[in-house]
């Protein structure tokens, strides 16, 4: 089944503490994307990466990182997380080329919060 | 800025009824508009997608309308059902890049 999976779904955890969380999509998709999705403000982009190696800052990239040492996985990774990024994530994923707009596949989320 | 705003923030129908979400967007260069659902705690499903030369795109009882001149967007739902309940969000990307600029969503209940 074609789809993105993200890991943890739910944590909690304590400021300064260094977590990972993993992204990986089984569809070949060149291109994928860290979002956040606080209430009241909608969905923002965190980082986007369009092939391997080869990633750049969305809106909000401030306290995260990422890297795409292989196509399927894009890992989110928050080296000293404070409480003000406790939210709702979500990765997704698409193709990227072609002769029109590509969907965007979204993960099941992971929700995180620092205490 | 480029932005992208949604209204009503949230609407209350009874079930069978037809209801029109809107969406304004000021993010240029243009080049498509994406709606899609999402579920409470769950992640956004694609529904349609509209490239600038597309007037009307229809997905089952979803139909969304386009005006590129005036910037603006709608996505109607006809006969809905209880299963309609959820947040639509409209979703432009900015041309030339692959940043989405995401409008916070119209929350929709249908009760029966």
């Known amino acids: 089944e074609a789809q993105v999976t993200q890991n943890p779904r739910y944590l909690i955890t304590v400021t300064g503490k260094k977590l990972t969380v993993t992204c990986s999509q089984n569809m070949n998709h060149e291109y994928m994307s860290w979002y956040r999705q606080d209430p009241g403000l909608g969905l923002r982009q965190i980082y986007y990466?369009?092939?391997?190696?080869?990633?750049d800052k969305g809106d909000v990239p401030e306290g995260y990182k990422v890297s795409r040492k292989e196509k399927r996985n894009f890992p989110l990774i928050l080296e000293s997380p404070s409480p003000n990024q406790t939210s709702l994530y979500f990765c997704?994923?698409?193709?990227?080329?072609?002769?029109?707009?590509?969907?965007?596949?979204f993960g099941p989320g992971t929700r995180l919060t620092v205490l | 800025k480029n932005q992208v705003e949604q209204s009503p923030q949230s609407l209350i129908i009874l079930e069978g009824k037809n209801c029109t979400l809107q969406?304004?967007?000021?993010?240029?260069?243009?080049?498509?508009l994406r709606w899609y659902k999402q579920d409470t705690g769950r992640g956004p499903v694609s529904l349609t997608i509209m490239t600038f030369s597309e007037n009307t795109k229809s997905n089952g009882r979803y139909t969304a309308t386009l005006d590129a001149d005036t910037k603006q967007s709608s996505l109607h739902i006809t006969a809905s059902q209880l299963s309609d309940s959820a947040s639509y969000i409209c979703v432009v990307p900015t041309s030339g890049t692959y940043k989405y600029i995401f409008g916070t969503g119209t929350r929709l209940k249908v009760l029966a």
């Open positions: 997704a994923s698409s193709f990227l080329g072609g002769s029109g707009p590509n969907e965007q596949f």
């Open positions: 969406c304004n967007y000021t993010v240029s260069p243009f080049s498509n």
């Open positions: 990466s369009m092939n391997v190696e080869v990633t």
